[in-house]
């Protein structure tokens, strides 16, 4: 890998048209991404990509001019100094907030290699078309500002904002629901079980751990391979059922944590303030995302919490 400082006129033209290559192609696929849900957030990508284009055929130009006709390959992992991108490919679904964020800061990295650029050659032409660049990536952020002015209209601006908020609900937030009210409710049974059978606070912990963890790869498969998410939209299969898995095993495990205080009644009541947390947690992530109402959220997640609760008090001390 070759230091910034090292690289010659030449190279880094060649550095330069690689960069905005990629840039064409990124924002390219930030427009393919999100065209289906976000129409209007695509098109302003769109106009991006038509800039970065500009700006390599004109790089492109001028190393011909200058060096030839051969431009070769000089990436951006070759040169130290680049902050590492994660691939689009592996981004997918595209957050809205996400691709925004990402954009902004290549746009200002891009801006901070032009001025080093700048500031490093010696040909006139080379400084001055570099220069130029810098400026304009400077200017990109009010060009961004302009094609969001342009295509996201008010009320186009917020039917994305819904429709983004609608996709975290169906990908991130309805399988982390359905862990986490799993995990929490259904480990309740054999946790408390356990405590009341044995009265040993060890014996209930390493119970509910292994429920806990056990729910939580259960539960991770068995949303991961519920669907390819090609039809329903719900995303990536691998990332809810992580996030399903997880939020399983987290909600087992809260209550189980009490257990480690080794005197009985101690762990026993810290446990059962746990629980009462996480079935509010629960209701008021069912109000605030599922629009269920305060009064019938409560009563679903506490009606069955009490349910399996009893359950497992009931077999422990018989």
């Known amino acids: ?16 048209i690689s960069l905005e290559e990629e840039d064409e192609r990124v924002y390219a696929e930030y427009a393919e991404g999100l065209r289906k849900d976000f129409p209007a957030t695509a098109a302003v990508f769109d106009g991006m990509r038509e800039e970065e284009s500009s700006h390599r055929h004109r790089l492109i130009e001028l190393y011909r001019h200058k060096f030839g006709e051969h431009i070769p390959l000089i990436r951006r992992d070759d040169v130290r100094g680049f902050v590492r991108r994660r691939p689009v490919w592996l981004m997918q679904p595209l957050r809205l907030d996400t691709v925004r964020d990402q954009a902004s800061a290549m746009e200002v990295e891009s801006r901070r290699f032009y001025e080093h650029a700048a500031a490093k050659a010696q040909d006139a ?7 130029d660049l810098a400026q304009e990536e400077r200017s990109h952020e009010d060009r961004a500002i302009e094609l969001e002015r342009t295509e996201l209209r008010p009320d186009v601006k917020r039917q994305e904002e819904e429709a983004n908020r609608r996709l975290f609900v169906l990908q991130i937030v309805q399988p982390g629901l359905a862990g986490l009210m799993d995990g929490s409710v259904s480990t309740l049974a054999p946790v408390f079980a356990a405590a009341f059978a ?13 429920a806990s963890l056990g729910a939580g790869i259960s539960m991770g498969f068995a949303e991961a391979l519920s669907d390819d998410g090609s039809l329903t939209g719900r995303g990536h299969p691998w990332m809810r059922g992580l996030v399903c898995g997880f939020m399983t095993a987290l909600g087992g495990i809260g209550h189980t944590l009490p257990f480690l205080i080794p005197n009985f009644h101690a762990a026993l009541i810290a446990a059962v303030v746990v629980v009462i947390v996480e079935l509010g947690v629960i209701s008021w992530i069912r109000h605030r995302y599922m629009e269920t109402s305060p009064l019938s959220a409560a009563l679903q997640v506490g009606l069955g919490g009490v349910l399996v609760f009893l359950t497992g008090v009931l077999i422990g001390s018989s």
């Open 1 to 16: 890998m070759r230091t910034f400082e090292s690289l010659s006129e030449s190279q880094i033209l060649a550095l330069a």
């Open 125 to 131: 032409s080379v400084r001055q078309l570099l220069d």
């Open 198 to 210: 044995t009265h040993n606070t060890w014996d209930a912990f390493a119970v509910g751990l292994a």
